[in-house]
T-cell receptor, first 112, second 115 residues
């Protein structure tokens, strides 16, 4: 599975949009981009995923560049409860195992 | 939505004893489940992949005789930490995969403390 690169930490003011970048320059055509977040001492929570089109759900938006080498997770109106570690993961869900390998992620701190 | 229940949420045990952690998929069948370990301020480290009805596949450096994984049904996988020692104290998390590109659902984790 392709490796991802994320900034180690980011800050965001409450109520503002949080834009979390992820680089996945070695992604292949059948690999999806998944985003998860982990709030302290909890299991990771699924946020969103996409292949090549931009995606939006009730939690966030995912913008994937045309060449698919990078993506941005957007939390449109960040709240204090969005403070967490955000993981960008690229995975081929078509393989027999399709295991998720976590990098270090981005620690997002939302402040008042 | 897909729900994975992990039990217990925390456990304290004495050195030398064994601890079993359960991971259940409540509303879907999970042919594949994953077990992770997480130390403080570190990322999740994949320990093993279990497939229903077959032996688990362990990641390099993970002792299969120490971390016994059983995936006897499509809704239940168990991780048994045998002869636990203080260095096994960690946060253990399971994950279940649904068929197709539906993503992976994680349990709430188990905090193991070995004293």
């Amino acid at each position: 599975d392709a490796k991802t690169t994320q900034p180690p930490s980011m800050d965001c003011a409450e109520g503002r949009a949080a834009n979390l970048p992820c680089n996945h320059s070695t992604i292949s055509g059948n690999e999806y981009v998944y985003w998860y977040r982990q709030i302290h001492s909890q299991g990771p929570q699924y946020i969103i995923h996409g292949l090549k089109n931009n995606e939006t759900n009730e939690m966030a938006s995912l913008i994937i560049t045309e060449d698919r080498k990078s993506s941005t997770l957007i939390l449109p109106h960040a709240t204090l409860r969005d403070t967490a570690v955000y993981y960008c993961i690229v995975i081929n869900t078509g393989t027999s195992y399709g295991k998720l390998t976590f990098g270090q992620g981005t620690i997002l701190t939302v402040h008042p | 939505g897909a729900v994975v229940s992990q039990h217990p949420s925390w456990v304290i045990c004495k050195s030398g004893t064994s601890v079993k952690i359960e991971c259940r998929s409540l509303d879907f069948q999970a042919t594949t489940m994953f077990w992770y370990r997480q130390f403080p301020k570190q990322s999740l480290m994949l320990m093993a992949t279990s497939n229903e009805g077959s032996k688990a596949t362990y990641e390099q450096g993970v002792e299969k005789d120490k971390f016994l994984i059983n995936h006897a049904s499509l809704t239940l996988s168990t991780l048994t930490v045998t002869s636990a020692h203080p260095e096994d104290s960690s946060f253990y998390i399971c994950s279940a995969r649904r068929q197709g590109p539906y993503g992976y659902t994680f349990g709430s984790g188990t905090r193991l403390t070995v004293v």
